[in-house]
């Protein structure tokens, strides 16, 4: 099976800065894209961010020119970089991958536990 563990999390102030991890572990035999998502109380789990093993991104508007995604493939690990936070980023940050377990296997997407992030005005 496949592990995706998340770091980083906490509470910040407004116009702080966080910086998330989410290392992939286990029976991988390549990644594709890897993201992460948020969710807030009450409302649905949404795309903050992805990026492919070649390196192409992809940002929710309401992040862009804030957050930077990136990865680093030989480490299996993803990251995100969240800078000039609002109290509207408070949401449980959740990281996601595209795993192959094996050559001859299909891809299957993974989810981590999810970190808490909390932006206080």
């Known amino acids: 099976q496949v592990q995706l563990v998340e770091s980083g999390g906490g509470l910040v102030q407004a116009g ?17 894209a890897m993201g992460w998502y948020r969710q807030a109380p009450g409302k649905q789990r949404e795309l903050v961010a992805s990026i492919t093993s070649f390196g192409m991104v992809n940002y929710a508007d309401s992040v862009k020119g804030r957050f930077t995604i990136s990865r680093d493939n030989a480490k299996n690990t ?37 970190t808490q992030v909390t932006v206080s005005s």
């Open 16 to 32: 702080g800065s966080l910086r998330l991890s989410c290392a992939a572990s286990g029976r991988i035999f390549s990644i594709n």
């Open 78 to 114: 993803v990251y995100l970089q969240m800078n000039s936070l609002k109290p509207e980023d408070t949401a449980v940050y959740y990281c996601n991958a595209g795993v192959r377990s094996s050559p001859w296997r299909d891809e299957h997407d993974y989810w981590g536990q999810g």
